[in-house]
């Protein structure tokens, strides 16, 4: 297992990596915060799990589970490659390059003007 730590909008997230990546299937992922978690599967879908005061689960509610749910982006053909978690926060790069955030954005991590909660992923 691989840990590596990065800087991101609103303070410095951890990340975990194991496996192998091929040219079709993403490396497992996961990352964990102080309030919740996040998976990436072999099939390159998002899982989220824990508290969700905040939308940082990104399946539209405020509901806490503690079992995974499926972050749904827009487009449901999405698939992702990295997921970093902060505090109530959640952040996470597709295949094809794009950045989406979701969750908390008390300052400015879920990268939204004048919206204090992002519980739906959006690409920036």
Do not use: Y
Not at 33 to 41: C, E, G, L, V
Request: glycine content about 10%; some cysteine.
């Amino acid at each position: 297992m691989q840990l590596k730590s990065i800087p991101l909008w609103g303070g410095l997230c951890l990340l975990f990596s194991a496996g192998a990546a091929t040219a079709q299937v993403p490396a497992p992922t996961i990352a964990a915060s102080t309030h919740h978690s996040a998976s990436i599967r072999p099939d390159g879908t998002l899982w989220t799990w824990g508290l969700n005061l905040e939308g940082q689960l990104g399946n539209g509610t405020a509901t806490a589970s503690a079992t995974p749910v499926q972050v749904m982006p827009q487009d449901p053909t999405t698939r992702w490659t990295t997921v970093a978690t902060g505090t109530s926060h959640t952040l996470a790069l597709t295949t094809d390059g794009r950045i989406f955030a979701w969750g908390s954005n008390q300052h400015g991590q879920a990268r939204r003007r004048h919206q204090h909660l992002a519980p739906h992923p959006r690409s920036r």
